[in-house]
């Protein structure tokens, strides 16, 4: 059973693109959180995607979107790129219908922006 | 809102001694509170949970933590520690309404010396 798998692992852009960052979620999950974790510190929790819709969204821009697809999948857009978008995106997985509150994280995009 | 505090932002040990690495929570709502561990270049892996019952929980590689209502604690503990425990450490918390929105700690630089 493949568990959380995100893509890219690595990107570079430079400030003012655009970026999409892919993940697929644990088999039999159905919800999807996006995580910001900068250098040196903890994940911030960005938004999160159950049946196709945002369902909760943490205290980032509207620079930052997402979008999940009829299989769970999601993706994560950030527009407008700035240097403070360096960071490592982490996607977890979980499913809406049990009550044991456990994510499960995949390995991460590392992001670099120039 | 929830917030967490991890007191420590390094913990130097020498293997085989016994580590604790503290965290604090404050919530005005009850709390599901995790660990989770992140070895270098890796994602997060999650270590244990507490969801209710009873407060003293043991998790894999040989970690425990107790969680303390009255101190809103919830401290990682392990008898004797080996080098390849070193990494991070993150507490976090995630409400009982809220999904799967977790917030983590800073984190805690767990350093296993020889």
């Known amino acids: 059973d493949a568990g959380v798998t995100q893509s890219p692992t690595h990107l570079i852009k430079t400030r003012g693109q655009q970026v999409t960052l892919r993940c697929s979620p644990k088999?039999?999950?159905?919800?999807v959180s996006w995580y910001q974790q900068a250098l040196g510190q903890g994940p911030q929790f960005i938004f999160q995607?159950?049946?196709?819709?945002?369902?909760q969204r943490g205290n980032f821009p509207d620079r930052f979107s997402g979008h999940q697809f009829p299989n769970y999948s999601s993706e994560l857009n950030v527009n407008a790129l700035l240097l403070g978008d360096s960071a490592l995106y982490l996607c977890?997985?979980?499913?809406?219908?049990?009550?044991?509150?456990?994510?499960?994280f995949g390995p991460g995009t590392r992001l670099l922006v120039l | 809102a929830q917030s967490v505090t991890q007191l420590d932002s390094q913990v130097p040990v020498f293997e085989e001694a016994p580590v604790e690495l503290r965290c604090n929570y404050s919530?005005?709502?009850?709390?599901?509170l995790f660990w989770y561990v992140q070895y270098p270049n890796q994602g997060l892996q999650l270590l244990l949970k507490?969801?209710?019952?009873?407060?003293l929980v043991k998790g894999i590689n040989g970690f425990e933590a107790e969680f303390n209502k009255s101190q809103t604690s919830f401290h990682l503990r392990k008898p004797s520690v080996h080098i390849s425990d070193t990494a991070e450490y993150f507490c976090?918390?995630?409400?009982?309404?809220?999904?799967?929105?977790?917030?983590f700690g800073a984190g805690t630089r767990l350093f296993v010396k020889a």
């Open positions: 507490y969801l209710s019952g009873s407060t």
């Open positions: 977890a997985s979980s499913s809406l219908g049990t009550t044991q509150e456990t994510q499960y």
């Open positions: 919530s005005s709502v009850s709390v599901y």
């Open positions: 976090a918390v995630s409400d009982l309404t809220g999904g799967f929105k977790t917030i």
């Open positions: 995607y159950y049946e196709e819709e945002e369902r």
């Open positions: 088999s039999g999950h159905d919800t």
